[in-house]
């Protein structure tokens, strides 16, 4: 017998799997009146019939989304557009996601209480025992009937459905540095957004199935492969349950018992059923698979290494180990082979698992049980991961000095006598004279000493070849030069000019041209025969000459190489160039090499890697910029300036004449210096002058690495400053990684930012140049000691990131343990790691560090194709399991279904379970997948470097205890192409959870390659293989969520989506509660809260992330004792641009503390309707921007998203008690930029006072600094930083009007105190995305918003132009906000809107504006309803009717379409009145081609022909007018036929006009891809007309303008000209598929009162002949029916008959009667008329049709009295009893009268309704009639007494019953059988016929074999 008592839960007996459709539009609709009349089915799409579509998200859901296909049935009262549109955001807005719902099921989401409890379900299926098989599948409905009606839809999805929907909904954009956290819209175009977006994540090269059928396919797929050997990693859901085997005792007794290699031979190793064996195989064995049916027994500590393909535990598998953890001590590994599937075919029988397919390298667990305890949890056994407490550093190394690299060379020796030291530099300082022998000038200039200064002149300058000259011939052969070393030449110069003035610029820098500056060259002269002699120039730059008459210093750099050096006799170097006449003179000429001045200190060269940062040291006198260097010689030199500060000359480096933002001081440093860990300080000075805007700036360090290629690295950028901030300061930390490991000495460069050609480029100074080493590597972790009480020597630890991503984790071994005196232990590694943020820095969040190593492992070989071992236990529930203390490494399998590491797998309940501290290492997929199970503990568990998340708990996981479990470097080898269809595993969070049922207490996340945790709850549940059950998690209660950390995740730190528990009990403390959070160092939010509703966060700490939490589309948050830090110092300086990432990775992220939404995204009125609340919370660090976020926009405390301000202002609900901001600037948010997102009006409730800069208010608000914020509260405001304003004292309420975007630009609401006389100008807002948006009918876009926020008192408020005059706006929809959290705001009725005054009569005669396209100019105001693209609305000149400007809208949907507002002060005035609609359209599809899909004879709901539909808001409770929806009236005008796809069709259409705050009108539903050309639109009243009700009636127009359809179906109407009677026209209804499909018109009536006679009549015939006087349906002519509806009471009346058998020419029958309007007809919100009866199979036409009131006349009370107008007003007392026929003549020989024969029943005649307000008690009636006889062959017959006519009152509708008074003919005279008798009586209205609200003539009582004939019937008045 299969155990099934999880089926519920895997997808198996689920109830709710049928397909029904909604209700089909041909059922009778339950009539809330009593039916007059036969009862007839309703109407179900007919025009005027109300269709609601209540849409919970008001403005913010999408209007309407793709509907079902051709072919499918849409109810009438079918939300519009329940299907999801394809590529559009999931709208997850309260209880409106309802895929298919009805309008009902929409319009009651959010119901109160759900009947039973969800959680209990899930859970009582969990645990159900054996015993519960048989209750599980009987109690299936359970947990959907808990749940209320508007949870539960009509329409059940495929599985294919749900599989293909949650892919999408699991599915998160990829990450793209391009575009803002912040900014989620610009993210969801570019491809990084939220959980409401379906594309696939970076890694994928596909994109996700999007399509059903790709879907279904794939489906079908794993059917297949499912049914091909039972693979258990497809489906899995029909295989059975496992139970203990019956084999096995309860206990096992091992006590002597055999060895395990007593059965092991050849091949698979299996230990019998009863049997306890004993391990006993040596330190390596391999055997050929271990399937344990019986138990086996691994003593404890025992040492093996077991090689098995597999493991197959049925029976029990127990070992242990109780030794310090350490690779020296490892006992029990198993190692599981192979790469071929292996087979497992279960000892007992289960269902749908013989045999299973199990794949390769399994270690199964079915039915079976592991005690396997390598960690016991005893006291005294420590923990697996810890806290680092501190750091102890490495010893620095010192790197031995490569001579001429980072140590100063040697002169060579001297040639010819080697007892003489050749010197290292050559001076000539000219102190003690000039040596002329080796001086010289060039010929004709003369060369002069001036002993008193100590300096060689040159005069007579004549030629640009004269200056100076130096012989160095003789020091270069006594002592040679070194080849290829570099030389430093410096030379102190003065140029005297006389024709300048002293100080004046040289001709030098003014030309700025080479052939204005000095050279200095350098002349090699070749022996003979050798060469040629050949110079080297090197000219003085502009930017280092000095001015006129003053010393500077030149310095440049000379190096010799072998050709050089080889077979030359002399060389010289000569300075020349100069202009002629100057005076030159030298006061030093220093050529030398390098001294140690110009290299780092021999003896420690990595303590200080800069040389002469501070440029004080310099060779060259003090003077060279060696070893400093220019990129762009022929620009600039780093030059060496002095200044004299404070009495002290300092030096400093200076660099001018920059054209390139790398244009700085360069140099080189040791690359031997940068050793991986090791933490150097960047420091410098700098300053600059020459511009005015700021200026940033980097410190760049780049050079080819060993691993990493050639490496721009910035470890160190630096704030903006000024010219005006003079010396500014700048430094850093940055820590070396493998980035810095370069293979030779690096280039420092500085590369400046805000510069470029056009705002020119300024002149730096630099000074005290640092890179200093700090510390590091550390080689030894101070942890707690009692934790690590089992680590042992030789172990391995793992270390988790200290910066915003995982992968910066590090690994290591432990070399020595030692213990200090406070009981911590120093733990030492092998190998030193780079320094990490301990508990000594960061105290309460320094990264951990876990032991990795187990003494007992399960390893999966190592094949290189990423499948390793999996462990699963299997459909075995009831079992409790033990792990504990193992070391799993390589287990899992890549993008494998149910091929974990770990994986428990629909166990149900596991009471006793313990998954426990173990360590999961280098998993290829997951390290704990927990799905199906309950109750089980998960604790202490180290993941590290996972693939996939790491721990995954499924959406109907319950009770488990999930507790101090380490996530760690989750990587991303799974993309979107290699993913398992169905999972997010390329997300590879820390801990994925789907279910709200478990508990969560004391983990870690530390590098989740998306998130740390990801909390989402779906909508649907999701069983096993994602088959949909009962239950909808998110609106469940949630377990306990506490004490959890996330830290160095590359998202965000806790990702919580869609918490909906709210809506089940709606109690405000039985909510989520997220408890003592900490995130710190995300690279995107900390925690990211998503469409939680009323989540409280309580407790918690966030630091260093990029966002500390962001709220969005969520309400009702609360937010307490909470402390949020910005970027620390400390973080700052420890994260450079290489170690990942750094906060502000894009230039357009912000940084905030608190991120929250501005607009209410859930306005549904059973949201909570307030925002965000704040009570005990610090904020700090974000005032720093300048000195840590010099990437970042801005840094707020708080700051607002840009793309939920749908409004395009604030109304999100927020208050703030008990919060400290501590920010330098005093900016507590941006208001500025907060109202260039679209929040111009913010307003914050200061519930204590906390936020007044003052600290002076009791209460206040925090407000825009606006007059129209602060205007009417006098002193009580004042202004703050960043654009807000505190005000005291208050309390506001909020009010915003919502109104037409279009016209009213220019317009403010006036808000006027009434008590104190003072107004404030509000002006209106928009959101401006593009031309598609603000013309958008729906979300706001094509809305301007007016908010007022006000305290208690009386105003009034009127909306004005420009110059001060009231008008009105088209309309404005008044919404209030809930009440603050204060007393005392402004409330509803406080305010009086007052309107402009109204001509109806002229100003509401054409409601739509723009309408005409002989005067159009422009689209507006024409909206649309197109969500999608960017055209839209498009004016198309010359193309309407007669030339005119037409409207084209491009479309690709049916449900959109071009809309329009209608003034609601119009639409007030004229509620219930009528209007007609008519507009002329053309269809064309994309190619500007006429449409040939355009069918108006199909249902509107087909989409096949555009409708026009009225859309209105109504308040959900006006009392409050917090709430609106949409409803929705369809159908309300049609296209009229013929129409012609070539040639503009005519939409009309009559009905009532509705009101509400605001009301438009759309023209739609064309089929997709069908374009629209729009002219000639009109929207005008349409008068009743009591002599024609009926319009159009003979169909003058040529149209079938009035008519449309009765019923549904697809009937075909057709205009038919000239088949008409006579030659008119005709209609013809067709494809009739019920007999009362026919056509049909909407009548005006409201000029028809209570108690009138309406008179119907019409031409008809069918295709095929009926039969008048029968009531078989199949056989029957039709009838006039008319129809009303007012109130929802719903009347049918028969009220046209067809009574004479006498047809006109071409068979047109007369078909008419007589009605009496009924008091609830009387006005009523419908009226129609429509032809009904005849054989749905028969076409049926009409002409001449006609209605009309009758007007009063109790002088002659019957029509049609002398039958001229032949049988009009007259019928048959009963239809299939007899018959009636036109005769001529009549009576006196000419005219009509009315024959009645084939009567079966004496009581058989005719009758004819009179107007009962005739018959007042006691007046006297005459009653007169011609009467004759005939028999059946038309003979004349005589009658005598009673068998002779008479006339007949019927009375109905009378207060006691009908009423029957018979009047016998009072005239005494023999009957005439062959001719006209006269009939006469008088009678007196008795009081029982007066009170009867129907009165018939009725003439009948005759023998029933006679024929009558009737003539000049008249009743008179005798007054």
């Given at each position: ?44 799409a ?5 269709f ?9 859901l ?5 509907d ?112 803002d ?88 190793v ?39 393909p ?25 190692v ?11 000892h007992e ?39 680092i ?35 290292n ?62 030389y ?36 090699i ?23 006129n ?120 440093v040791?690359?031997?210096?940068f ?34 290629g ?24 940055f ?18 930012q ?19 080493y ?26 988790t ?40 820095e ?54 494998r ?102 508990h ?24 096993e ?44 403390e ?34 260093d ?14 937010l ?106 005093d ?77 009213t ?16 100008d ?37 909306f ?175 296209l ?6 070539d ?31 729009l002219?000639n ?40 000209p ?13 494809s ?40 078989d349906?199949?056989?029957r ?90 049988d ?17 003549p ?66 109905r ?65 005798n007054?």
């Open positions: 017998m299969v155990d099934a008592k999880l089926w519920n839960l895997r997808g198996f007996g689920n109830a709710n799997n049928n397909n029904e459709v909604m209700m089909k539009n041909d059922e009778v609709i339950n009539h809330s009146g009593s039916l007059v009349g036969e009862e007839l089915p309703s109407p179900s007919n025009m005027g019939e109300l609601l579509s209540e849409q919970q998200g008001e403005r913010r999408p209007k309407k989304k793709k079902k296909g051709d072919d499918e049935v849409e109810g009438a009262s079918k939300k519009k557009g329940d299907k999801k549109k394809k590529g559009q955001k999931e709208q997850k807005i309260g209880d409106a996601i309802l895929e298919g719902a009805p309008g009902d099921a929409a319009a009651k989401a959010g119901c109160d209480e759900l009947e039973d409890d969800v959680v209990d379900q899930f859970r009582r299926i969990l645990k159900k025992g054996e015993n519960g098989v048989k209750k599980s599948k009987a109690n299936k409905e359970d947990v959907s009937s808990g749940l209320c009606d508007s949870c539960t839809t009509s329409e059940e999805r495929t599985e294919a459905d749900i599989v293909a929907s949650h892919i999408d909904i699991m599915v998160e954009v990829p990450d793209d540095p391009t575009c956290p912040d900014d989620k819209e610009s993210c969801i175009e570019t491809g990084a957004g939220d959980d409401d977006t379906l594309t696939p994540p970076e890694e994928g090269e596909g994109a996700s199935p999007s399509e059903e059928g790709e879907v279904g396919a794939e489906f079908e797929a794993t059917s297949r492969q499912l049914m091909d050997g039972r693979r258990l990693t497809g489906n899995t859901n029909q295989i059975g349950q496992f139970a203990p085997l019956s084999c096995n005792p309860v206990e096992f007794d091992c006590t002597g018992a055999a060895g395990l290699s007593t059965v092991v031979g050849g091949g698979p299996v230990v019998p059923c009863g049997t306890c064996l004993v391990y006993d195989l040596g330190d390596e064995a391999t055997i050929g698979g271990l399937h344990i049916i019986g138990k086996l027994l691994v003593p404890t500590n025992y040492k093996s290494t077991l090689s098995t597999y493991v197959f535990v049925q029976g029990e598998l127990e070992m242990s180990d109780n030794q310090p953890i350490s690779e020296d001590n490892t006992s029990m590994k198993i599981l082979t192979g790469n071929t599937d292996v087979m497992f075919t279960p029988p289960v269902a749908g698992a013989a045999p299973l397919n199990v794949g390769e390298k399994p270690f199964l667990v079915a039915g079976g049980k592991l005690n396997i305890r390598g960690w016991d949890d005893v006291e005294g056994s420590g923990t697996t991961w810890t806290p407490l501190a750091m102890a550093e490495a010893d620095r190394l010192h790197p031995d000095p490569i001579v001429g690299e980072t140590a100063a060379r040697t002169a060579l020796p001297h040639l010819s006598n080697p007892t003489i030291t050749c010197p530099k050559v001076v000539h300082d000219f102190e003690g004279g000039v040596d002329f022998s080796v001086w010289k000038g060039g010929d004709g200039n003369v060369l002069s000493y001036d002993e008193a200064s100590g300096t060689l002149t040159a005069t007579n300058l004549r030629r640009d070849w004269q200056g100076f000259r130096l012989d160095f011939t003789k020091f270069t052969k006594d002592c040679p030069l070194t080849q290829d070393a570099t430093l030449v410096t030379i102190r110069l003065k140029i005297e000019d006389p024709t300048l003035e002293d100080g004046a610029v040289s001709i030098c820098e003014t030309n700025n041209h080479p052939d204005h500056c000095p050279k200095l060259g350098r002349s002269i070749k022996a003979e025969g050798k060469g040629w002699l050949y110079d080297d120039k090197v000219r003085l730059l502009p930017s280092s000459i000095g001015r008459n003053e010393w500077f210093t030149f310095a440049t750099e000379w190096t010799w190489d072998e050709n050089d050096l080889t077979d030359t006799v002399a060389q010289v170097f000569y300075l020349e160039n100069f202009k002629p006449g100057q005076i030159l003179h030298m006061d030093e000429f220093q050529f030398e090499l390098p001294s140690s001045k110009s290299y780092a200190p021999v003896e420690d060269p990595c303590l200080e890697l800069v040389v002469n940062g501070d440029a004080e040291n310099a060779d060259g006198r003090g003077w060279h910029h060696y070893p400093m260097w220019s990129g762009r010689t022929d620009r600039f030199i780093p030059t060496i300036l002095e200044e004299t500060v404070d009495g002290a000359v300092n030096k400093y480096w200076h660099i001018e004449n920059r054209i390139w933002i790398g244009d700085s001081l360069r140099f080189h040791n690359h031997q210096c050793i991986r860990g090791y933490k150097y300080t960047i420091s410098l000075r700098a300053r600059f002058t020459g511009k005015t805007h700021p200026v940033r700036y980097w410190f760049e360090i780049k050079g080819d690495t060993a691993t990493k050639y490496r721009y690295n910035k470890p160190l950028s630096c704030p903006s400053q000024s010219a005006a901030d003079g010396w500014v300061t700048c430094s850093g930390d820590v070396v990684d493998e980035h810095y490991e370069f293979t030779s000495s690096p280039e420092i460069i500085l590369v400046t805000d510069e470029n050609d056009s705002t020119g480029y300024v002149d730096w100074d630099f000074d005290d140049v640092s890179i200093k700090k510390g590091g590597p550390a080689a030894g972790l101070e942890v707690d000691g009692s934790d690590a009480a089992r680590w042992g020597v030789n172990s391995d630890v793992h270390i990131s200290s910066t915003l991503h995982g992968e910066d984790a590090q690994d290591g071994r432990v070399k020595s343990v030692s213990q200090k005196a406070n009981g911590n232990a120093v733990l030492e590694l092998e190998n030193p790691i780079t320094p990490v943020l301990s508990e000594k960061t105290p309460g969040y320094g990264v951990e560090i876990a032991v990795t190593s187990r003494n007992i492992k399960i390893i999966g070989e190592d094949d290189g194709t990423y499948n390793g071992g999996y462990l699963q236990v299997f459909h075995t529930p009831g079992v409790a399991q033990v792990i504990e203390g193992v070391e799993f490494v390589n287990m899992g399998q890549t993008s279904k149910n091929r974990f590491a770990i994986q428990l797998l629909y166990n149900g309940n596991v009471e006793g379970t313990s998954i426990s501290s173990n360590s999961i290492r280098q998993s290829n997929m997951r390290c704990i997948s927990v799905d199906g199970t309950a109750n089980a503990t998960i604790a202490s568990n180290v993941g590290a470097g996972i693939t996939g998340h790491c721990f995954y708990f499924d959406r109907v996981s319950a009770d488990n205890m999930v507790i101090d479990n380490l996530a760690s470097n989750i990587n991303n080898r799974i993309n979107w192409n290699n993913r398992i269809n169905g999972w997010d595993d390329y997300d590879a969070d820390g801990f994925s959870i789907w279910s709200p049922f478990n969560f207490i004391g983990n870690v996340a530390a590098g989740g390659h998306k998130r740390g945790f990801r909390y989402y709850l779906d909508y649907w549940t999701l069983g293989d994602l088959i949909k059950v009962d239950g909808i998690v998110r609106r469940s209660p949630m377990g306990t969520f506490k004490d959890n950390k996330a830290h160095s995740n590359f998202r965000q730190g806790f990702h919580l989506a869609d918490f909906e528990q709210f809506f089940q009990f709606r109690d405000p039985n909510v989520p509660v997220f408890e003592n959070l900490s995130a710190y160092r995300n690279r995107e939010q900390g925690i990211y809260s998503y469409n939680c509703v009323y989540c409280k966060f309580i407790r918690g700490f966030l630091s992330n990029q966002k500390g939490i962001e709220i969005r589309r969520s309400d009702g948050i609360t307490q004792d909470f402390v949020i830090q910005g970027q620390t110092e400390l973080f700052k300086n420890y994260v450079t641009d290489n170690n990942s990432h750094k906060l502000c990775g894009h230039s357009s992220w912000t940084s905030e503390g608190i991120h929250m939404m501005g607009t209410l995204w859930r306005l549904g009125d059973q949201d909570p309707g307030f925002g965000l609340r704040v009570k005990n919370v610090v904020l700090s660090g974000f005032d720093k921007e300048k000195e840590y976020y010099d990437n970042c926009p801005s840094t707020e405390p708080i700051g607002f998203s840009t793309d939920t301000h749908y409004g395009g202002h604030f109304d999100y609900k927020t208050s703030f008690e008990n919060v400290t901001v501590d920010d330098g600037r900016i507590i948010l941006d208001g500025c930029r907060a109202a260039s997102y679209g929040y111009p009006d913010i307003a914050f409730n200061d519930i204590d006072g906390s936020l007044d800069p003052d600290k002076s208010a009791s209460n206040g608000f925090l407000v825009t600094d606006q007059p129209y914020m602060t205007g009417l509260f006098g002193d009580s405001c004042k202004s703050t930083a960043g654009c807000m304003s505190y005000c005291a004292e208050i309390c506001l309420g909020m009010v915003t009007f919502f109104t037409e975007r279009f016209g630009e220019n317009y403010k609401l006036k808000v006027t105190d009434t008590a104190s006389g003072l107004s404030i509000i002006p209106g807002n928009v959101r401006t995305y593009n031309e598609r948006w603000n013309t958008y009918a729906y979300d706001g876009g094509a809305e301007r918003t007016f908010a007022a926020s006000l305290p208690a008192g009386n105003y009034t408020a009127a004005v132009d420009e110059f001060g005059n009231t008008v009105w706006p088209t309309y404005a929809e008044e919404q209030w906000a809930q009440a603050a959290d204060c007393s005392g705001g402004v409330s509803i009725g406080d305010i009086t809107v007052i309107k402009p005054a109204l001509d109806a009569a002229t100003e509401c005669a054409d409601m739509i504006r723009n309408g005409d396209s002989a005067n159009r100019t422009e689209v507006t105001p024409w909206l649309h309803t197109k969500w999608y693209g960017e055209i839209v609305n498009e004016l198309k000149p010359g193309e309407g009717i007669g030339g005119g400007n037409a409207i084209a809208m491009d479309r690709t949907y049916h449900w959109t379409g071009i809309a329009q507002n209608l003034n609601s002060m119009c639409t007030d005035a004229r509620e219930g009145e009528w209007y007609e609609f008519s507009a002329w359209m053309k269809m064309t599809d994309a190619n500007g081609n006429p449409s040939t899909n355009i069918d108006p004879n199909r249902e509107w709901w087909r989409n096949q022909a555009p409708i026009m539909t009225i859309t209105d808001r109504q308040y959900r409770d006006v009392s409050t007018k917090q709430h609106l929806y949409n409803a929705e009236h369809r159908n309300l005008a049609a009229a036929r013929p129409y012609n796809n040639e503009w069709g005519h939409i009309h259409g009559i009905f009532k006009m509705p009101t509400s705050p605001r009301l438009w009108f759309e023209l739609e539903r064309a089929p997709d891809n069908v374009k629209f050309l002219d639109a009109s929207l005008t009243p349409l008068t009743c007309n009591r002599d024609g009700l009926v319009r159009n009636g003979n169909l003058e127009t040529n149209d079938s303008l009035y008519w449309d359809i009765w019923g549904g179906g697809d009937v075909v109407l057709d205009f038919l000239g088949v008409g009677p006579n030659g008119g026209n005709a209609l013809k209804s067709s009739r598929v019920h007999h009362s499909w026919t056509q049909s018109q909407v009548l005006n009536t409201d000029c028809v009162n209570a108690g009138d006679r309406i008179a119907f009549s019409a031409k008809i015939k069918t295709s095929v002949d009926c039969l008048i006087y029968s009531w349906s199949n056989q002519c039709n009838d006039i029916f008319f129809h009303t509806d007012k109130d929802n009471v719903r009347e049918y009346h028969r009220v046209g008959y067809i009574t004479a058998d006498t047809p006109d020419e071409g068979g047109w029958h007369h078909v008419h009667g007589i009605h009496i309007h009924s008091e609830n007809g009387e006005k009523p919100d419908l009226a129609k008329l429509y032809f009904a009866d005849a054989n749905p199979n028969w076409d049926v036409y009409t002409a001449d049709v006609k209605a009309y009131v009758l007007e009063q006349n109790c002088q002659a009370l019957v029509e049609n009295p002398d039958m001229e107008e032949k009009l007003y007259w019928t048959y007392t009963d239809r299939d009893r007899s018959k009636v026929k036109v005769i001529t009549g009576a006196g020989g000419s005219g009509h009268a009315l024959r009645l024969y084939d009567r079966d029943h004496s009581w058989r005649g005719l009758r004819q309704v009179l107007d009962p307000r005739c018959f007042v008690p006691g007046e006297e009636f005459t009653i007169n009639a011609k009467f004759r006889l005939t028999d059946a062959l038309l003979a004349g017959v005589a009658c005598a007494g009673t068998d002779c006519p008479s006339v007949v009152l019927y009375g509708k009378c207060p006691n019953g009908d009423v029957r008074e018979k009047f016998w003919n009072a005239l005494d005279m023999p009957w005439d059988s062959e001719g006209w008798n006269n009939y006469e009586a008088t009678f007196a209205v008795s009081d029982e016929i007066a009170a009867c609200g129907s009165v018939e003539l009725w003439i009948h009582e005759v023998i029933p074999s006679w024929n009558i004939e009737i003539d000049d019937v008249q009743i008179y008045a007054a």
